[in-house]
Nanobody, 118 residues
Framework: QVQFVESGGGLVQPGGSLRLSCAAS????????MGWYRRAPGKQRELVAT????????YYLESVKGRYTIARDNAENQVYLQLNSLKPEDTAVFYC???????????WGQGTQVTVSS
């Protein structure tokens, strides 16, 4: 059974930090490029970061470059997203998912809510 369980979100003040985690099961985790996505209120889901199978090649959405860092642990089947210098516009539900030819695999989890507010 394919499953992704995201955690680590919360309410944080502008300028704060959070570390999101995603536990994957039911897939050969180490063979997939993994991505973090977010869906802000009233907006479509967007891809914010990816990490290749061995963790050496990353992509970041322009608006998060220098603030977000993606990493993975293939031994633990986990992918992480460090969020720094958070802004109110970062408020969203964050999801992880593998990419297959640039397309999300699916089997979306519940996501983890990040709210940036003073």
């Amino acid at each position: 059974q394919v499953q992704f369980v995201e955690s680590g979100g919360g309410l944080v003040q502008p300028g704060g930090s959070l570390r999101l985690s995603c536990a994957a099961s039911g897939i050969r985790f180490s063979t997939y490029t993994m991505g973090w996505y977010r869906r802000a209120p009233g907006k479509q889901r967007e891809l914010v970061a990816t990490v290749a199978t061995r963790g050496f090649t990353n992509y970041y959405l322009e608006s998060v470059k220098g603030r977000y860092t993606i990493a993975r642990d293939n031994a633990e089947n986990q992918v992480y997203l460090q969020l720094n210098s958070l802004k109110p516009e970062d408020t969203a539900v964050f999801y992880c998912n593998p990419l297959v030819d640039g397309i999300p695999l699916g089997y979306w989890g519940q996501g983890t809510q990040v709210t940036v507010s003073s």
